[in-house]
């Protein structure tokens, strides 16, 4: 059984790109016949996981670059990543689910995490 998702939940982005980078990446077939926003709730009604999971893996590809450059350049720089201020389980997993933020993985690359807000 599908769990229940706020109808108002965001997962970016499904231009015509992205549709095409994930569909590359998890070899899924889109209907071509499917407007932006039907080729969106085909994506979350059936594949879910997969985009999630190329999402997160996008991410953290951009990471991985960006410790290795500044590595290359400045081998003792510390990174620091600013996460969504939520728990793992907040907004039905909110955190990996819509902006691709897998910290297992991101681990490997970011020596600290902030995730919380701090007003001043």
Same mark, same amino acid.
């Given at each position: 059984?599908?769990?229940?998702?706020?109808?108002?939940?965001?997962?970016? +982005?499904? +231009?015509?790109? +992205?549709?095409?980078?994930?569909?590359?990446?998890?070899?899924?077939?889109?209907?071509?016949?499917?407007?932006?926003?039907?080729?969106?709730?085909?994506?979350l009604e059936h594949?879910?996981?997969?985009?999630?999971?190329?999402?997160?893996d996008l991410i953290?590809?951009?990471?991985?670059?960006?410790?290795?450059?500044?590595?290359?350049?400045?081998?003792? +720089?510390?990174?620091?990543?600013?996460?969504?201020?939520?728990?793992?389980?907040?907004?039905?997993?909110?955190?990996?689910?819509?902006?691709?933020?897998?910290?297992?993985?991101?681990?490997?690359?970011?020596?600290?995490?902030?995730?919380?807000?701090?007003?001043?």
């Amino acid at each position: 059984m599908r769990r229940e998702i706020p109808v108002n939940r965001r997962s970016y +982005c499904f +231009c015509a790109d +992205c549709r095409k980078a994930f569909s590359e990446y998890s070899s899924i077939a889109i209907p071509p016949q499917l407007s932006t926003s039907e080729a969106a709730a085909w994506i979350l009604e059936h594949h879910e996981d997969e985009w999630t999971g190329w999402k997160s893996d996008l991410i953290t590809s951009y990471v991985k670059e960006l410790e290795n450059s500044t590595h290359d350049i400045m081998p003792d +720089c510390k990174i620091m990543l600013v996460t969504l201020p939520w728990g793992e389980a907040e907004h039905h997993d909110g955190r990996q689910r819509l902006a691709g933020h897998d910290l297992k993985d991101l681990s490997d690359y970011v020596d600290y995490f902030v995730s919380r807000l701090v007003r001043i």
